[in-house]
């Protein structure tokens, strides 16, 4: 006798039961939550989201020693009592408490507690050196918990809002601030928060920048300085950390000199100078696009004597505005068209500022340069050179020496078997030339 399956299970115990429940005049466990009073929900609720960071303060400063010389003691308190401390809920007062040593109250003021962190960057002694090591302790929790630094970035931000209420605990921070950025736990766009109105005012953007970044060049050149504050946009913005009346060029200079820092004198007069030569460009671009080459002319020797400039300095300027005022086409017949009008129209303007050997080779190489970047070009760099010599820019010495030693490196195989029919019809040239004077 074959065995038969066993019977389905019923699909409705659960209605039973909850239908059983009803009958005794009770009701499921989800269902009693939302008939529990108000005041038990609210209750409830509180418990789970209570947010008390002076409890927090409390517990960090009962568990850290007293003594600032146990520095490593404290570091490692700091790193084992994560969890227990709750970082992740606490964040922005783990940070006011390392920082500043207690929690920040409305208006930067530091409130009243058990007692002040004695490891905090505001408890060190103003140097170099004791600074630097509160930090390495940021530097060890925060890469520790990642999870951190945007917590730190935040915490900053807030602290930056009140730096003329630090006192002189506000050049400890301005120094730890550039080590932040240093060792890249901050990003340098922290700093607008310094561009309040009642900061700039009174000076004290302006003081707390540049102790940032004597602090920042401390480990750090220039170039690297430059570069993360051009990433930021703030390399345009520098002049807003100055109070309104002093934003003139020559204060600036002065101002960083007096600091003691030059490459910052050299970086602002770079970016002065890049600036009026943009201009220059701009101008020109509009000059040669609809001007003649004796207006042209004469607003170049202006310039040339306004800036105090060397033929080196305008020609390169000269070109890109001049190559800037076309619209090139993109058929090759056309493209050499353009070129030749182009220079045959200009040549002369461009002859007249380009009189030494040094001027020649520097406008031959920036031809170079635009030819590689610009597939456009690639296959037109003799072509250019050759209109530039007939226009008496170029000299045949000039075109020799590049050709022999003086190429950039760019393109530089590419461009230099372009020119070798030119440059050898020139040497043939020279020796046609010297043949006739030995016969005369």
Known sequence: MSSQPPPPQPQFKLKQRKAG????????????????????????????????????????????????????????????????????????????????????????????????????????????????????????????????????????????????????????????????????????????????????????????VTGVFRSYLEDQPIDHLSTILKKAGLDEKLLEFFPPGKRQAEYVARHFEAEGLKPLVDYFNKRQQTAVKEQVKSKLNEMFSSGTPQEAAGYIKQQIAVNNWAETDVVPIMWDALIGSVEWAGRLEQLESQIKTTLTTWGKVLAAFCTSPKTEIALMLKVQQMCYEDGRFQKQYRTIIRYLYDEDVVSESAIIYWFEKGAGASGKTLFVKQMEPFVNWLKSQDDDESEEEEDE
Not at 90 to 110: K, M, N, S
């Open 21 to 208: 429940l009803i009958r005794e005049g009770l009701k499921p466990a989800n269902e009693r939550a939302l008939t529990l009073p108000l005041s038990s929900l609210y209750a409830q609720r509180e418990t789970v989201t209570k947010y008390e960071p002076e409890a927090f303060r409390d517990s960090l400063l009962k568990i850290i020693p007293e003594d600032p010389a146990e520095i490593e003691k404290y570091a490692s308190i700091l790193e084992l009592n994560e969890s227990k401390l709750d970082y992740k809920r606490y964040g922005e007062p783990v940070f006011e408490l390392l920082i500043v040593g207690g929690l920040i109250a409305p208006g930067g003021i530091v409130e009243d507690g058990p007692r002040r962190n004695p490891f905090s960057i505001f408890a060190a002694e103003d140097s170099k050196e004791a600074v630097r090591a509160r930090v390495d302790i940021i530097n060890k929790l925060t890469r520790r918990y990642k999870y951190l630094q945007k917590r730190l970035e935040e915490c900053m931000s807030h602290l930056l809002q009140y730096v003329n209420k630090f006192g002189e605990n506000s050049q400890k921070l301005s120094r730890a601030v550039g080590r932040l950025i240093t060792i890249q736990l901050l990003p340098i766009s922290v700093l607008t928060n310094l561009m309040k109105e009642h900061l700039v005012k009174d000076g004290a953007s302006l003081q707390f």
